[in-house]
């Protein structure tokens, strides 16, 4: 039992650098994103892009370094190429072709300066018969957009969608 006191403040400290270390941890966790675009509002999809760069400098702010992955899934495919998507589901509109080169700017930015990773779902990509060279520099190709967010969050990713 002597023994069992003289531990106790060992054990205390013990406690309480582990608890340090998990708040740490947490912290590092919570620098983990992934945001879900499956939709064919570009005013959304600018909300999203401000969403992204503002989580961006809260992280950095707070000297944390984020990993922030953007997924496209459907309608997003819009957001991802040139291409008129003419025939399909997913054609540009007079409200898209208005802002294109903005958006894709904006995009083009976090993926290069900010070091956003992009995904394109490849079966929403394969189902219109869009060529990969036709999908924007620096976007990579998912086998199953909805299977890399779910992948993600499995890997501690919080999940986003602006609405």
Request: glycine share 6%; charged share 25%.
């Amino acid at each position: 039992m002597h023994l069992f006191k003289k531990m106790i403040p060992i054990l205390l400290i013990a406690l309480a650098f582990f608890g340090l270390n998990t708040q740490a941890q947490a912290a590092d966790d919570g620098a983990k994103v992934v945001y879900h675009v499956d939709f064919a509002d570009p005013t959304r999809y600018s909300a999203t892009l401000t969403s992204i760069n503002n989580i961006m400098n809260f992280y950095e702010s707070e000297l944390m370094e984020p990993e922030v992955h953007l997924v496209f899934v459907g309608y997003g495919l819009r957001f991802t190429t040139d291409d008129a998507l003419k025939g399909t589901p997913y054609e540009h509109d007079a409200a898209l072709l208005e802002r294109r080169d903005e958006l894709k700017g904006r995009l083009d930015a976090l993926i290069n300066v900010r070091g956003v990773k992009v995904h394109l779902c490849d079966k929403t990509r394969d189902e219109v018969g869009l060529p990969q060279d036709k999908v924007y520099k620096g976007i990579q190709f998912a086998p199953s957009g909805v299977a890399k967010i779910a992948i993600l969050q499995s890997e501690g990713f919080a999940y986003l969608k602006i609405q």
